[in-house]
């Protein structure tokens, strides 16, 4: 993918919305119930607040289908695109992430940054370390061919979180 401008944009960092993160409780975008458990050591990434579990923290294990809901916002039609995949998610009410932006010690390893079209397609990636994640994100998103991006962990391939531009 060519990038045609370098300049970085202020990026919006989206976790799962409340409202859906209710619904994930109840049935997942698979359709199953939630495979509830407590964190015993701590450390699971929350998808609904952008923090870490707590050691004996009630969470949840859900299938959630980011794109699918992102497109269900914009009129997209990603088609074959359209990825469900497990997110750890709290198991109870969360007010969700104390800002909009980048999530201070959510990222412990490499990830992928993969870029998507305004319908929803797959237009490329690019591996990150923690430490330049937001910064590549936002050149990334600098241009306009992109839509928005997920950041996913390499180790599973499981989504992280929503950026979008600002």
Same mark, same amino acid.
Request: proline content about 8%.
């Given at each position: 993918? &060519?990038?045609? %401008?370098?300049?970085? %944009? ?8 409340? +409202? ?9 975008? %698979? ?8 964190? =015993? ?11 870490? +579990?707590?050691?004996? =923290?009630?969470?949840?294990?859900? %299938? ?9 916002? &914009?009129?997209? $039609?990603?088609?074959?695109?359209? =990825? &469900? ?10 007010? #969700?992430?104390? #800002?909009? #932006?980048?999530? $201070?010690?959510?990222?412990s390893g490499r990830r992928l940054v993969r870029l998507y079209d305004r319908r929803g397609h797959i237009l490329g990636g690019e591996?990150? $370390?923690?430490? &330049?994640? =937001?910064?590549? +994100? +936002?050149?990334?998103?600098a241009d306009p061919q992109v839509a928005v991006a997920h950041v996913r962990a390499v180790d599973f391939g499981c989504f992280m ?6």
């Amino acid at each position: 993918m &060519t990038i045609t %401008s370098a300049t970085p %944009s202020v990026l919006t960092v989206h976790a799962i919305d409340p +409202a859906v993160h209710r619904a994930l409780l109840v049935r997942d975008d %698979s359709g199953r119930a939630p495979v509830r458990s407590v964190d =015993e050591t701590g450390g699971a990434p929350l998808r609904c607040c952008l923090t870490r +579990a707590r050691p004996g =923290e009630r969470i949840a294990l859900v %299938s959630y289908a980011p794109l699918r809901r992102w497109a269900a916002g &914009t009129g997209a $039609e990603p088609g074959p695109y359209d =990825e &469900t995949g497990p997110v750890f998610v709290h198991d109870g009410p969360c007010a #969700g992430p104390a #800002g909009r #932006g980048w999530p $201070e010690g959510f990222h412990s390893g490499r990830r992928l940054v993969r870029l998507y079209d305004r319908r929803g397609h797959i237009l490329g990636g690019e591996l990150v $370390e923690p430490d &330049t994640a =937001e910064a590549v +994100a +936002a050149r990334l998103l600098a241009d306009p061919q992109v839509a928005v991006a997920h950041v996913r962990a390499v180790d599973f391939g499981c989504f992280m979180h929503e950026v979008r531009r600002g």
